[in-house]
């Protein structure tokens, strides 16, 4: 089992930045992959992007690519999810998941997936 904490959501303005955290504990956390995926109002859970269980690999959904930066730091089980430039369509809930397959942009890839953090970007 791996437990996922997601944090550091919030209300921002347009144009600036923010940086989630996902916290894990269990099972080894670096044997993983992580992903963060978000859950805009009125829409379907989306991929946003993924980081290799090394932390050298990335891949990002388009719509992210150059905004969005993920990082992991194994010492500390955590991912992080840093989001730039933010805009009030990025309003959603986002969540971390782990996934023992890298490069995955399929939810149904991921085992473990935290409880969600709110973001909000106010125009």
């Known amino acids: 089992q791996v437990q996922l904490v997601e944090s550091g959501g919030g209300l921002v303005q347009a144009g600036g930045s923010l940086r989630l955290s996902c916290a894990a504990s269990?099972?080894?956390?670096?044997?993983?992959?992580m992903g963060w995926f978000r859950r805009a109002p009125g829409k379907e859970r989306e991929f946003v992007g993924t980081?290799?269980?090394?932390?050298?690999?990335?891949h990002y959904a388009d719509s992210w690519k150059g905004r969005f930066i993920i990082s992991r730091d194994n010492a500390k089980n955590t991912v992080y999810l840093q989001m730039n430039s933010l805009k009030p369509e990025d309003t959603a809930v986002y969540y971390c998941?782990?996934?023992?397959?890298?490069?995955?942009?399929?939810?149904?890839?991921?085992?473990?997936w935290g409880q969600g953090t709110q973001v909000t970007v106010s125009s």
């Open positions: 998941a782990a996934s023992r397959f890298s490069m995955q942009s399929d939810s149904r890839e991921y085992e473990y």
């Open positions: 269990g099972r080894t956390f670096m044997i993983y992959a």
């Open positions: 980081i290799t269980w090394s932390g050298t690999s990335t």
